[in-house]
């Protein structure tokens, strides 16, 4: 999922400010050859927003925007060559914004419309990763990406979502992450090590809290749940395993179901579908070729 892109002058050295609200800050700095960077500060009656760009390396490219903003901030600091990162800030207060990068052709990006209070905090060390972070009309919600090594993918979407959590961290090659959250009090975690892991978490209601610890090769899970109260705890170490859990509730009263799987060796595969209320379940698999299938 692309939401945000940035385009690169090559040859050029650009630094460019425009600030037309009240008691708004922007500083740019760069050191090397061929880097952009673009700010903008728009709309009257705004104040204290803040903007800070820093770059040191080749053909690097920044791009930071705040309109309708009040007390916000965005930070941004590369180094390296061929690095991309934009964000973006409207229409919200309080919100703040960082990303920061070392290495080659990683891409970074952040927008948060319509939001207050909101935090995205971006950490990219290694090349060819990418990592999107969006919170839209949302109050208090928290977002992380950090990434180590190469050709990593994290993605992060907390859409009418309030006062939530989502944290992603890869290290390895060619992990791949995705948390979406809409709701109220969510938390989410997917950690990854090694190399091909797959990690998605879907999670809608209210008080939902998955996590997931990959490492190993080409493992995968799926985490989706909805109503209240639902809790998925997913380990995984080894190659090939697969876990996919859907837990859901009862017209709106809550779920407050559990499911713990925990998967070491290869070749194991588990699904868990909990519908109702309350309902608990716990898988431990090691060795080769086991499949665990529960219906509740």
Do not use: C, W
């Amino acid at each position: 999922m692309k939401i945000l892109s940035a385009t690169a002058a090559p040859l050029l050295l650009i630094a460019s400010v425009t600030a037309t609200a009240a008691d708004n800050s922007a500083e740019q700095t760069q050191d090397g050859t061929g880097n952009t960077a673009y700010a903008e500060q728009i709309e009257p009656g705004a104040s204290d927003n803040s903007l800070i760009q820093e770059q040191d390396g080749a053909y690097n490219t920044l791009t930071a925007g705040q309109r309708e903003e009040s007390d916000s901030s965005i930070e941004q600091i590369q180094e390296g060559f061929l690095n991309s990162a934009t964000s973006l800030q409207l229409g919200g207060s309080g919100n703040s914004s960082a990303i920061y990068q070392l290495g080659v052709r990683n891409s970074a990006g952040t927008l948060q419309k319509v939001a207050v209070d909101n935090r995205a905090i971006s950490e990219q060390r290694g090349y060819d990763n990418q990592s999107e972070i969006q919170q839209d009309l949302g109050i208090g919600n928290t977002a992380a990406t950090e990434q180590r090594g190469q050709v990593h993918s994290a993605s992060i979407s907390q859409v009418s979502s309030y006062h939530s959590e989502a944290y992603i961290d890869q290290h390895g090659t060619d992990n791949e992450a995705d948390i979406a959250q809409t709701g109220v009090g969510h938390f989410s975690s997917a950690g990854q090590q090694g190399a091909f892991n797959r990690a998605d978490i879907d999670q809608a209601g209210e008080f939902q809290e998955a996590d997931i610890a990959q490492s190993g090769f080409a493992n995968g899970t799926v985490v989706i749940q909805e109503d209240l109260y639902n809790s998925a705890i997913v380990t995984q170490d080894g190659s090939f395993n697969t876990a996919a859990v859907r837990q859901t509730g009862t017209l709106g009263m809550g779920g407050s179901h559990l499911s713990v799987i925990s998967q070491s060796g290869s070749l194991n595969e588990t699904a868990i579908i909990q519908a109702g209320s309350s309902s608990s379940a716990i898988v431990t698999q090691s060795g080769s070729g086991n499949s665990v299938s529960l219906v509740h």
